[in-house]
């Protein structure tokens, strides 16, 4: 099973700045099988980005997600006052099982 | 729009089994997508617990895989989990979601709100 660490655990900063976001897989995923969800309280996780670094319908073009391998990143290039949530990756590239991070929660500076 | 939408019990008992149901609109769950559910324990992260193809194929978490069940209700274009001997570490947000199908289930796509379970007696 592979085992995703996100970091860091939480990301104090302020509308307009850039968030990144680190996610790192205990090996390699295959075909770069990863994808990133927005968690906000009360609602279900909503899919940002899919294979590393397609942007899912209607995801605003300020995410992006890079990274191969090991080593992932979800990047918010201006923060917009509604991105202030918790972050999951997850890989499916040896699935089953799929496997999430434990969360990189975006806090308000 | 695709949408989803969990329903059962928010209350278990310990040893009993908990049912849920998903009921989808918007897609149906016999167009080529899996269906799966999740769930968040109070503090931690998501887990998955297992999947459904459109043609019934499951998969589940190995750690799980003994007390899970997850079916197809084609006439109700819904889809239901079961797990059986529910105890306290079972205490969770369940959610239900759409998956894109590979090898092995993918990412979600559409997600349900997701229902509180709690076990207590």
């Known amino acids: 099973e592979i085992v995703l660490t996100q970091s860091p655990g939480t990301l104090s900063l302020s509308p307009g700045e850039r968030a990144t976001l680190s996610c790192r897989a205990s090996q390699s995923v295959s075909s770069n099988f990863l994808a990133w969800y927005q968690h906000k309280p009360g609602q279900g996780p909503r899919l940002l980005i899919y294979?590393?670094?397609a942007r899912a319908t209607g995801i605003p073009d300020r995410f992006s997600g890079s990274g191969s391998g090991t080593d992932f990143t979800l990047t918010i290039s201006r923060l917009e006052p509604e991105d202030f949530a918790v972050y999951y990756c997850q890989q499916y590239g040896s699935s089953p099982p799929i496997t999430f991070g434990q969360g990189t929660r975006l806090e308000i500076k | 729009q695709v949408q989803l939408q969990e329903s059962g019990p928010g209350l278990v008992k310990p040893s009993e089994t908990l049912s849920l149901t998903c009921a989808v609109s918007?897609?149906?769950?016999?167009?080529?997508?899996?269906w799966g559910w999740f769930r968040q324990s109070p503090g931690k992260g998501l887990e998955w617990i297992g999947s459904?193809?459109?043609?019934?194929?499951?998969y589940y978490h190995t750690s799980l895989q003994s007390r899970v069940n997850i079916s197809l209700d084609t006439s109700k274009n819904q889809f239901s989990l079961q797990l059986t001997s529910m105890t306290a570490a079972d205490t969770a947000m369940y959610y239900c979601?759409?998956?894109?199908?590979?090898?092995?289930?993918?990412?979600?796509?559409?997600w349900g709100q997701g229902t509180l379970v709690t076990v207590s007696s």
């Open positions: 979601a759409r998956c894109r199908v590979g090898a092995g289930p993918r990412y979600s796509d559409y």
């Open positions: 294979s590393a670094s």
């Open positions: 459904i193809y459109h043609n019934a194929r499951t």
């Open positions: 918007g897609s149906s769950v016999t167009n080529i997508f899996c």
